[in-house]
């Protein structure tokens, strides 16, 4: 069993930046890949960034340049930095990490962009 906590989200003007963090209860490096989705109502989900226990990245084309997927090994934490935010931007987000063949999902995120 995997317990995902996320947490970093809040209220941001147009430009601005923001940090999400998702805690696992296991090693990162136990953990197939971790990615980042976001979620708004009446769209369908959204694979955001992606990164692999070996260490791969993916983005989604209407973030690259401007997210950033990482890893605090140490902290078993993997982050979703946020900069030059937009208003399309605004959504739930949630962290998901594949292990041992299935998936688990953290509680949710609102990240909201508006001036």
């Known amino acids: 069993q995997v317990q995902l906590v996320e947490s970093g989200g809040g209220l941001v003007q147009p430009g601005g930046s923001l940090r999400l963090s998702c805690a696992a209860s296991?090693?990162?490096?136990?953990?197939?890949?971790v990615n980042w989705y976001r979620q708004v109502p009446g769209k369908q989900r959204e694979l955001v960034a992606t990164?692999?226990?070996?260490?791969?990245?993916n983005y989604a084309d209407s973030v690259k340049g401007r997210f950033t997927i990482s890893r605090d090994n140490a902290n078993n934490t993997v982050y979703l930095q946020m900069n030059n935010l937009k208003a399309e931007d605004t959504a739930v987000y949630f962290c998901?990490?594949?292990?041992?063949?299935?998936?688990?999902w953290g509680q949710g995120n609102q990240v909201t962009v508006s001036s």
């Open positions: 990164i692999t226990s070996g260490g791969w990245l």
């Open positions: 998901n990490a594949v292990w041992s063949g299935y998936d688990y």
């Open positions: 296991r090693s990162i490096f136990s953990l197939h890949a």
